[in-house]
């Protein structure tokens, strides 16, 4: 059974707070992937990796970094977490290459920073 | 990728078969037609994809117009479980990225 598997399902944090957000899979995928989604906006993507060290910038990267040492992990960093960055987010895995392949998700993290 | 449009919401009696209708107009010659769903506070499931033909998997069929400008996911015999946001898809990128926009919110009622 294919998986992708999030470190936490639910997250608290201080503004301030450097975020650890971690995703493994275990289908051995070349392309992984960060989005947040918020209410009324949908799923929108922060960072995209599509091999070990190699990452691009998605739609709203401002405050997120990324960090993928291993195929199989791929980590969203909050440098220093705001309020607006509360939201649901949630970590994807595809092959490449992916226009005849379908991308995996996680269960989500949601994370309230306070 | 290509843009897609689906009604806001639709309904279903359960046991009924539910036709979720997607347009993608300006879908291109190597696109990919694909279909998510995501049941409240999960992450997207994957359903099903196809470039030109029909197609059938265990969860549900996807119907594609000969010009593929249009597309319809059915769902043969909806339950109560298959209540979610369905999101169609298109992509012709070998990076991957999916562009979700609304959806459709698909409610069975009992």
């Known amino acids: 059974d294919v998986k992708v598997t999030q470190s936490s399902r639910y997250l608290v944090k201080r503004t301030g707070e450097k975020v650890f957000l971690e995703c493994?899979?275990?289908?051995?995928?070349?392309?992984?992937?960060?989005?947040?989604?918020?209410?009324?906006?949908?799923?929108?993507?922060?960072?995209?990796?599509?091999?070990?060290?190699?990452?691009?910038?998605?739609?709203i990267?401002?405050?997120?970094?990324?960090?993928?040492?291993?195929?199989?992990?791929?980590?969203?960093?909050?440098?220093?977490?705001?309020?607006?960055?509360?939201?649901?987010?949630?970590?994807a895995s595809s092959l490449y290459p992916a226009s005849n392949t379908e991308a995996f998700f996680g269960q989500g993290t949601r994370l309230t920073v306070v | 990728d290509a843009k897609t449009t689906q009604p806001p919401s639709m309904d279903c009696a359960?046991?009924?078969a539910a036709n979720l209708p997607c347009n993608h107009s300006t879908i291109s010659g190597n696109e990919y037609v694909y279909w998510y769903r995501q049941i409240h506070s999960q992450g997207p499931q994957y359903i099903i994809h196809g470039l030109k033909n029909n197609e059938t998997n265990e969860m549900a069929s996807l119907i594609i117009t000969e010009d593929r400008k249009s597309s319809t996911?059915?769902?043969?015999?909806?339950?109560?479980?298959d209540t979610a946001v369905y999101y169609c898809i298109v992509k012709g990128s070998t990076l991957g990225r999916l562009y979700f926009g609304r959806g459709t919110q698909l409610t069975v009622w009992p």
């Open chain 2, 73 to 81: 996911l059915i769902l043969p015999h909806a339950t109560l479980r």
């Open chain 1, 61 to 91: 990267p401002e405050g997120y970094s990324v960090s993928r040492e291993k195929k199989e992990r791929f980590s969203l960093i909050l440098e220093s977490a705001s309020t607006n960055q509360t939201s649901m987010y949630l970590c």
């Open chain 2, 14 to 16: 359960e046991g009924r």
């Open chain 1, 24 to 59: 493994v899979q275990d289908m051995d995928h070349e392309n992984m992937f960060w989005y947040r989604q918020d209410p009324g906006l949908g799923l929108r993507l922060i960072y995209f990796s599509y091999d070990v060290k190699m990452k691009e910038k998605g739609d």
